[in-house]
């Protein structure tokens, strides 16, 4: 297709949609990027650059000419910018807004200042504001012109002065009114509006629940700052969606499928060792009951660590793959990456987790080495295990196109369970 | 408010957002309800009606005088009467159809057809098609009369002879094309559609992907059948979400608040008997190994059972707590409705598994009665405790503002195989 007529191809390539140049665009190695980018103008880029992951976008920015890498993040809408910017070194996102427009820079520093997750760091600056005085006849005409730049025209703004927003009046409702009416005298006045500060779920719940398709983000005083649009809460809602998902596994933060193993081991870690605690708890009551402990020997007591154990570390990794998969994001080849993760992600958390439940083991039994062995490297392996188990068992559902709705959380415990005591069965059968 | 001046009544109210309305109205009694009735036309209660959950609208409904009822649903776009209808009795719901404008009944019962979560079920048939060959400024007057009963005019449907899409053009693009250009020059002939029977989850996938506003649903022949807005679709995402988070707590379609305790603890107790099934294997093979029944006793192999239900009960009430919070609906009125159905969920769950594991207790145990007792009373009153726990444990931290990223599934199960542990331990040492 494109060792051809380059004219043809652009004429070709840009009838599809951005979704399909991406596509197309993700599917050329090194070399036909580079071919690509020759026949590609940056504002032609731009659109195609801003839809890629951060990851993806990390590694194209660095094999494009900085020239051409420059022009493209200038052709990028703020928000975008700050997003690409934010996600880079520091070095390096200093050096791109050292290159850039004065004023464009200093629009994006003051974006980078909002915390994530706030209204501040997701809002644009790019829409339409008229005067209280305006006809809709006189906006439209307008419109005509800075419509091309806006993120969105749907809304258009009514601002008094000092930039102090005043009203808003819907493109919809312009549509319907007579072409000599002011703007003054259709607009509502009664606004809905926004802080910088203000948490991403409220700004969703509020667009959800009014029905709206962008919100304006206003100073105490009333003044525009920007405006979160409906496509952009979408993603801001995807990322929600993830948290709570992430919170249900305890692992918030590490349900997207880019993150790196090293991130997921650390978030990952930190509930086991303080579910681990916890988990020690039974332990420490059934030792400290001697009437009970009569009944059942020492070696019981440690079942409900190790099952508790594999269980939690089951969960994980559920979790991870289930919302991967209802996201539509699980396919062989991202299947085989997140498997590398996981994979790195099981054995450091099991020969840590290991490692911490043979010393306890051994503390816990009366100082006997051989079963703080046996309590260590039954954790240890049942973790490996079954967070495999976590992973495998959903995916091979999904590919076997059977209903997933049985394999939730307590399942994979469940089966954890059972893994987790024979492994301990095992080694107390051989060594004991 | 409300005892004085009618007409200023009407004023001050329509000033308000319907979302305002709605809540003030949520504020009625029966008796100031009927006055509001009488105060507001069917068409001005149609849009407050919509917005209402399923379960209101069936009360509201109820209390209506039936010539209003029937105006209200009249006022409703198709997919919301669709929607409130087969909420309905199939009787109610039939009864209402015969009363409504034939042709209009005809298109309610084409929609009843199609499977909640397909396109044809969230669709609507209010949009704006336009003839090929008419200009942009006949398009433009044609919005403004057809425009106000159209559920979005962000998209312009170009359609053919047989009602045939051949084109879609965005009012954006309306906006900044001269008045004298024809539609056919203007539209974007590559058009993203769906039929009758796509799944919701792909249509949410293509809205977002594709960054789009509204998404039109064809015949194979390309016959324009409905289209998608993104605010059913954001509707759908919600419900979606529900799913999956119900998935991850073996409680698929028991996550929303509003669904009746009878249906909730169906939902449950499936997963529960399957649980404990699995639960029961490590217990067997425990049993069946004599050597490692040496080391630990009968007393023990019981452990993982108990814990493994007393975490998975609690477990599913915590997705359905953590998934309220998190959509923002949990406030104190409407936390007094859940613990009321928790409740009655809970001990209805208890009684059933306690005698179930008694059974199973007398049979493992060497048809040892007490020790069946032991275990069933154990099950039930760890399964009660804990279901609470899951309640309330995220509820009290979240009241506290406390950060609710520790309070996890895993969490959850910890704390409940401490609280299994204890009640089982409190048994043996009294009982044996």
Redesign the interface.
């Known amino acids: 297709l494109k060792n051809g007529d380059n004219q043809r191809f652009r004429s070709d390539f840009f ?5 399909n140049q991406i596509d197309f665009f993700n599917m050329l190695n090194e070399p036909n990027r580079q071919l690509f980018y020759h026949l590609v103008r940056p504002e032609e880029f731009a659109p195609i650059f801003s839809k890629l992951e951060a990851s993806e976008q990390k590694l194209i920015i660095e094999e494009l000419e900085e020239k051409y890498a420059l022009k493209t993040i200038e052709f990028l809408p703020t928000d975008e910018v700050v997003d690409f910017l934010s996600e880079l070194p520091k070095e390096m996102s200093d050096y791109y807004l050292e290159c850039m427009d004065v004023r464009e820079s200093e629009r994006i520093i003051v974006h980078l200042k909002y915390k994530q997750g706030t209204a501040g760091a997701i809002m644009t600056t790019e829409y339409v504001t008229v005067n209280p005085d305006e006809t809709v006849g006189e906006v ?1 005409r307008r ?2 012109i800075q ?2 730049d806006a993120e969105t ?2 809304y258009v703004y009514v601002v008094e002065g000092d930039n102090r927003l005043v009203g808003v009046i819907s ?2 409702e312009l ?2 009114n007579d072409t000599d009416i002011t703007m003054q005298s259709v607009m509502k006045d ?1 606004i ?1 509006s926004v802080r910088t500060y203000t948490q991403q ?2 700004v969703i ?1 509020i667009i ?4 709206l ?1 962008a919100l304006p983000v206003v100073t105490l005083e009333n003044q525009l700052l920007g405006i979160i649009t ?2 952009d809460i ?1 993603d801001a ?2 990322e ?2 993830d948290e ?2 992430g ?4 692992i ?1 933060g590490a349900i997207d499928l880019n993150v790196s193993a090293h991130s997921v081991i650390k978030i990952r870690l930190r ?1 086991l060792i ?2 681990f605690v ?2 020690l ?2 332990a420490v ?2 030792l400290s ?1 001697p ?2 402990l009569e ?3 020492l ?2 007591i440690f ?2 660590l190790i ?2 154990m594999a ?2 570390t089951g ?2 990794s ?2 991870v793959i ?2 991967g998969l ?3 994001k699980i396919n062989k080849e991202s299947f085989v990456k997140l498997l590398k993760r996981e994979l790195l992600t099981a054995a450091s958390v099991a020969v840590i987790c290991g490692a911490v439940s043979a010393i306890i083991g051994y503390a816990l039994a009366e100082k006997n080495i051989l079963m703080g062995m046996i309590v260590g490297s039954s954790t240890a392996i049942s973790l490996f295990i079954c967070t495999m188990a976590g992973l495998f068992i959903p995916y091979a559902a999904y590919k076997m196109k059977m209903n ?8 994979i ?3 954890s ?2 893994i987790a ?2 492994i301990y ?1 095992a080694f ?2 051989i060594l ?1």
Chains 1, 2 share one sequence.
Do not use: W
């Open positions: 009838k599809l949609h951005t979704n439209f419109l005509k419509g091309k025209i749907y493109l919809r549509v319907v009664q809905i779920e409220v719940k959800k629940d009014y029905d398709l409906i496509d979408i809602y995807n929600e969606t709570d998902f919170k249900m596994a305890a918030s509930p303080f579910l916890l988990g708890i039974p009551i059934i009951m009437k009970f009944q059942i020997a070696t019981a079942i409900p099952t508790g269980g939690n969960t994980q559920l979790a289930l919302r209802s996201k539509g997933l709705a049985i394999i939730s959380g307590p399942f415990a469940a089966i369970d059972i005591v024979i069965i107390i059968c004991l």
